[in-house]
């Protein structure tokens, strides 16, 4: 069983170490991950998932393609390592954090003086350097989001989605970081976990995190939310992104636009919790945010049953898009912010 934090990515003996999360709550199994084609199966399956996360996999699958480069000419070097950019590329449109760390460690290979081996090297610190960064934004986001809480005088009960959990980061947790620095401050009585169909992230991912830790969490599903909200079980709501455009319209797994149309209806803050490394300051508005089509399987597939008849068709959208002006704050590494203060960090994106 893990170690308490859980940490989903793992660099030891010259290999990457996932836990593969496919297989949780009741299966806690690692995956050994030596090349760059292994990485990349292992984002397009979701063995390793959440925006962060897939920014941290897809930089050590970027160096262990790196390492695979056999030629010690350097321009030979950078071509080569281009082509595994764009194999960890086509791996998942929506999370904007993959496009930024490839561009991130490409900018590495390119701005480095030495040999290939030197370049190699310097891709290996960038990646470690990524995993660091983002443990400790997620730190910031956690007490920053504490500091947006509610001031209510009794405990809060806070509504998640999906999981944006130390699973979905390089450990803490965006959502989940907030969950966790209120519960360290004793200002959480619960969270209401929302299982997220189809993939179910809530039930198996968010739900796990929080018993091992002994957060207390009320699992429901997603047709509850409006239930709870109406009876007054909610105190605020904290999700995660995989991509914000520049105008702060959030793109967040399916059924994350519903949740906030249904804070809005209850005048419940709803609020998003991502590092500013998941703005994409190119987009300016949601509507141009790609969302990941996937298999309908998700739908009609609940372990060995099949939920409908043969001769229907289905509709797999993986993420759906929350407009800006339904989010009460944006809750950063810089501090909690409404959508249309992003713009002051705008930064020339690596993506
Ligand atoms: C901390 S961002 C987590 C974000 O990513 C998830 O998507 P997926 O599980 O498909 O990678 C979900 O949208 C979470 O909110």
């Given at each position: 069983m893990p170690s308490n934090p859980v940490y989903p990515i793992v660099w030891r003996d010259d290999r990457v170490l996932l836990i593969d999360?496919?297989?949780?709550?009741?299966?806690?199994?690692?995956?050994?991950?030596?090349?760059?084609?292994?990485?990349?199966r292992a984002i397009r399956t979701m063995i390793v998932r959440g925006a962060p996360a897939i920014g941290v996999a897809a930089a050590y699958g970027m160096y262990?393609?790196?390492?695979?480069?056999?030629?010690?000419?350097?321009?030979?070097?950078?071509?080569?390592?281009?082509?595994?950019?764009?194999?960890?590329?086509?791996t998942r449109p929506t999370a904007v954090n993959l496009f930024w760390a490839i561009a991130r460690?490409?900018?590495?290979?390119?701005?480095?003086?030495?040999?290939?081996?030197?370049?190699?090297?310097?891709?290996?610190?960038?990646?470690?350097?990524?995993?660091?960064?983002d443990l400790e934004i997620c730190k910031a986001i956690g007490d920053n989001g504490l500091a947006a809480m509610p001031a209510t005088p009794e405990k809060l009960c806070i509504l998640t989605y999906c999981n944006a959990g130390s699973l979905a980061t390089a450990g803490y947790g965006t959502a989940l970081g907030v969950v966790r620095s209120t519960w360290r401050e004793k200002r959480l009585a619960r969270i209401y976990a929302c299982?997220?169909?189809?993939?179910?992230?809530?039930a198996k991912l968010t739900?796990?995190?929080?018993?091992?830790?002994?957060?207390?969490?009320?699992?429901?599903?997603?047709?509850?939310?409006?239930?709870?909200?109406?009876?007054?079980?909610?105190?605020?709501v904290m999700v995660g992104a995989d991509r914000i455009a520049a105008n702060g319209d959030t793109a967040n797994k399916i059924g994350?636009?519903?949740?906030?149309?249904?804070?809005?209806?209850?005048?419940?803050?709803?609020?998003?919790?991502?590092?500013?490394?998941?703005?994409?300051?190119?987009?300016?508005t949601g509507d141009l945010i790609p969302i990941e089509e996937r298999h309908p399987s998700e739908i009609y597939q609940i372990g060995e049953t099949v939920t409908c008849p043969t001769g229907v068709e289905f509709y797999n959208p993986g993420f759906d898009v929350t407009p800006a002006e339904l989010i009460s704050a944006i809750i950063t590494e810089k501090g909690a912010m409404r959508p249309e203060e992003l713009q002051q960090f705008r930064v020339k994106q690596l993506a």
């Open positions: 999360q496919t297989r949780l709550p009741h299966n806690y199994t690692v995956v050994e991950i030596k090349c760059c084609e292994d990485m990349a262990l393609g790196a390492r695979d480069i056999k030629t010690a000419d350097r321009e030979t070097f950078v071509t080569e390592l281009e082509e595994v950019a764009k194999l960890l590329r086509q460690m490409l900018k590495t290979a390119h701005e480095t003086i030495g040999s290939v081996d030197q370049l190699k090297t310097a891709l290996l610190v960038t990646a470690q350097g990524i995993q660091v960064e299982e997220t169909r189809p993939r179910l992230q809530g739900a796990w995190e929080c018993v091992q830790e002994g957060i207390p969490v009320t699992l429901i599903t997603d047709n509850m939310a409006a239930h709870c909200m109406h009876q007054g079980l909610i105190d605020a994350t636009y519903s949740v906030a149309l249904l804070a809005k209806a209850h005048n419940i803050p709803f609020f998003v919790a991502a590092p500013l490394s998941t703005v994409d300051f190119d987009l300016p």
